[in-house]
């Protein structure tokens, strides 16, 4: 499965940052540490998915990994470290008097299952390309109810994209990569931004309607 005959010795240029540390670990200890990182990825891991990812595509570059292989423990570790945050959410549940319920409140339990079954495919798809987004969404596609294969397959279809899209790029870009990094970053900030001005302006609706609905209730 590993290719030594033809390694690639280059050196990689990369910068003196937390990102050059990261892909050294990876260099070092191969397709292993980036599966690890990617399962932990949902849960804080200070890697970001991206840059696993890219990780794997320069380790197939420089010889250390066929690149079908790279594709195959890429595509594990994110549905891995998906799948573990749906079943914690499958787990726990949303109870009425369950912990979550006691944080959040009965009323915003109810809204957020009302979200999900009419718009649960469409918040697993968006929640998997921002960093930050997946572990509450896919923990509540979870907890609300949505069946495993569902969850797969609408998952499942966005991480193809995600894993190709990225560990080709590191494939492609792996002399360079301190400038894909860096481009990649601004394209994060951009959509992250793009993605709250989204989010504030659903709530606002949501919470402009609930309040027209309970000022009628009130006066009839």
């Not at 840059?51 to 794997?56: C, D, E, H, K």
């Not at 930050?132 to 896919?138: E, V």
């Not at 294969?149 to 991480?159: I, Q």
């Not at 990569?177 to 994060?188: C, D, F, H, Q």
Request: net charge positive; aromatic share 12%.
């Amino acid at each position: 499965m590993y290719s030594h005959h033809c390694t690639d010795t280059r050196p990689v240029r990369r910068d003196s940052t937390d990102r050059g540390s990261h892909l050294d670990t990876f260099l070092r200890y191969g397709l292993l540490a980036v599966f690890l990182a990617l399962i932990l990825t949902p849960f804080g891991f200070p890697i970001p998915e991206d840059l696993s990812l890219l990780g794997a595509g320069v380790l197939s570059k420089m010889g250390h990994a066929d690149f079908k292989l790279a594709l195959a423990v890429g595509y594990c570790g994110v549905i891995g470290g998906d799948l573990i945050a749906w079943y914690m959410g499958s787990r726990i549940g949303l109870h009425p008097t369950g912990l979550i319920a006691r944080l959040v409140g009965p009323d915003d339990i109810a809204w957020i299952s009302r979200f999900y079954r009419k718009y649960g495919a469409f918040a697993i798809v968006i929640a998997r390309q921002f960093p930050g987004m997946r572990l509450p969404a896919f923990f509540f596609a979870g907890a609300t109810g949505v069946k495993m294969r569902r969850f797969l397959a609408f998952d499942g279809s966005a991480a193809c994209i995600t894993v190709g899209v990225f560990t080709s790029l590191g494939y492609i870009f792996a002399d360079d990569l301190s400038n894909i990094v860096a481009w990649l970053e601004r394209v994060r900030l951009v959509g992250t931004a793009a993605f709250i001005c989204t989010v504030g302006f659903i709530v606002w609706r949501i919470g402009r309607k609930r309040l027209r609905h309970r000022s009628n209730t009130k006066s009839s």
